[in-house]
């Protein structure tokens, strides 16, 4: 298994160009994050999916959109990118099957560089 | 709403030696989980230790260990014999199993280095 996949592994973007980040899970995973990681803050919640063809926001959901057209994909969309949104991106997954210990897997990130 | 806060923004230890992160939540939820992940120079999150809220025995992995104190909300990471490859950024994390959503709340990390 390759577990969780980002596509891709660093991008540089010019203010007001769109792009779409691609995450891949699988294991057959339900549930499925996008996060951002900025210096000193952590890692904060875009968005999420609880299933195929459901998305919610998080807590930064700002500038970003996000689609489950399938159960193994989780694409992040930014529609005009700003410098604001340079950062390392990580896409995770979880089962939250019954039995399973709770575990978030997660990708191995992107690097988006916004000027 | 849940916080986590970790309040070592970065730490030392000697190798082969022992040392000790903090984290405090705040939540009135009884049901949750509790996690440390590590964030090697790679950047890939590697779950290092978990704990369910109804245990009250602390969890143990190898070398890592865990003192949770719920009435405290206190969750620290303790690390025995320091190794080289234990440096890293270090991410305490609280999930609130009651809201259906699971997701995760994120300290802001603790950087910590091993001195050969």
């Known amino acids: 298994n390759a577990g969780v996949t980002q596509t891709p592994k660093f991008r540089v973007l010019k203010t007001g160009q769109s792009m779409t980040l691609l995450c891949a899970q699988d294991?057959?995973?339900?549930?499925m994050y996008w996060y951002r990681q900025d210096p000193g803050m952590g890692l904060r919640l875009i968005h999420y999916?609880?299933?195929?063809?459901?998305?919610a926001k998080g807590e930064v959901p700002d500038g970003y959109n996000v689609s489950r057209l399938k159960k193994q994909n989780f694409l992040l969309g930014l529609e005009s990118a700003a410098p604001s949104q340079t950062s390392v991106y990580f896409c995770?997954?979880?089962?939250?099957?019954?039995?399973?210990?709770?575990?978030?897997?997660f990708g191995p990130g992107t690097r988006l560089l916004v000027l | 709403a849940q916080t986590v806060t970790q309040s070592q923004p970065e730490m030392s230890v000697q190798e082969a030696e022992t040392v000790t992160l903090s984290c405090t939540y705040d939540?009135?939820?009884?049901?949750?989980?509790l996690f440390w992940y590590k964030q090697p120079p790679s950047r890939q999150m590697i779950l290092v230790i978990r704990q369910e809220a109804y245990k009250q025995q602390n969890a143990t992995e190898n070398r890592f260990s865990v003192n949770f104190q719920k009435a405290a909300k206190s969750f620290s990471l303790k690390i025995s014999d320091s190794q080289l490859g234990d440096t890293a950024m270090y991410f305490c994390?609280?999930?609130?199993?009651?809201?259906?959503?699971?997701?995760?709340?994120f300290g802001t990390g603790t950087r910590l280095k091993v001195l050969a």
């Open positions: 939540t009135s939820e009884n049901n949750y989980y």
């Open positions: 994390a609280f999930m609130n199993l009651t809201s259906g959503t699971y997701k995760y709340i």
């Open positions: 294991m057959n995973h339900e549930y």
């Open positions: 995770a997954s979880t089962s939250r099957l019954a039995g399973e210990k709770e575990t978030q897997y």
């Open positions: 999916s609880v299933g195929e063809g459901t998305t």
